[in-house]
């Protein structure tokens, strides 16, 4: 709401700005509000009633015009279905959509740290309405290992708390064609996704490297990491909303060396909830 007050207020300013600028001051002296006969009785005050009816009626003409950018500007809010943002020699753009669908880009498949595959309703497995689920069910035949020995993605030496697999450095990725699977996610003894907000970072610094030499001369599709089920741990971090990952994405990747030059770009694709909004983009990124 206060975006809505504050933009339409300057899209008004300027509008009526103009309008003041080239309409002559007769125009507004045609209508009057206020009849010179109102003041006959007051004989003993100079009152040019002339002027007050132009500020009236310049007044008037500024609240109509901000009335109506206020809701045209408003209806747009509402519908946009895109934010971009640009800097120097890169782009990004935060846009509604299904990641899975979109075409003509490279798509970041984010996986746990040890690349799990099985999919199911166990805590341990990876749901079947995920990203990651659903990208295995419309892959059935993926033979995870093949691809990351053909990366040549090491294992980190410490292993995983979950059966103490082999595990990857979180933000490393292994291309599959057009896609990009991502370690991300470190498990619990439970096998459940968890990290910390520290960890959440150092995993984007590598993210934007790793998609820096993978890329190949397209456009990137990531979604909001860490939205779905992945748990964060320590202090406030434990309950980081996906407006607020959203922000972290954004701010990392601007403050990355590592970027996707243009034309090219980064596209970040969520999808509209009652707690996310394109419109609650934090204002000063």
């Given amino acids: 709401m206060s975006n809505l007050f504050k933009k339409s207020a300057a899209y008004a300013f300027a509008i009526i700005s103009a309008v003041f600028t080239f309409v002559p001051e007769a125009v507004f002296q045609k209508i009057t509000l206020i009849p010179k006969e109102s003041f006959e009785q007051f004989t003993w005050i100079y009152i040019n009633i002339s002027e007050i009816n132009i500020i009236i009626n310049r007044m008037l003409a500024f609240a109509l015009v901000w009335g109506i950018v206020a809701v045209i500007y408003g209806i747009y809010l509402c519908l946009r279905k895109k934010v971009s943002m640009k800097g120097d020699n890169y782009q990004i753009t935060v846009e509604y959509g299904d990641l899975l669908k979109i075409k003509k880009c490279k798509k970041v498949i984010n996986f746990d740290e040890c690349f799990s595959t099985k999919v199911g309703d166990a805590p341990a497995d990876i749901k079947p309405t995920s990203i990651c689920g659903q990208y295995l069910k419309s892959n059935p035949n993926l033979n995870i290992q093949s691809l990351i020995s053909g990366s040549q993605l090491n294992p980190i030496k410490s292993r995983s708390k979950y059966q103490n697999k082999e595990r990857y450095e979180s933000g490393r990725i292994v291309p599959n064609g057009d896609d990009l699977l991502l370690a991300f996610a470190k498990l619990d003894k439970k096998g459940l996704g968890r990290l910390t907000r520290d960890e959440y970072l ?79 983009i934090d204002s000063q990124i």
């Avoid at 990137?220 to 980081?240: E, K, N, Q």
Wanted: glycine share 8%; with cysteine; hydrophobic share 35%.
């Fill in 202 to 280: 150092e995993c984007l610094t590598i993210l934007w490297e790793e998609i820096d030499t993978y890329y190949g001369q397209t456009d990137v599709c990531i979604p909001i990491l860490g939205s779905g089920l992945t748990r964060f741990d320590g202090g406030s971090g434990a309950s980081i909303s996906q407006q607020e990952l959203l922000n972290m994405m954004i701010w990392s990747y601007k403050l990355s060396s590592h970027k996707i030059k243009l034309p090219h770009k980064l596209r970040i694709i969520c999808k509209k909830s009652g707690d996310f909004s394109l419109n609650k």
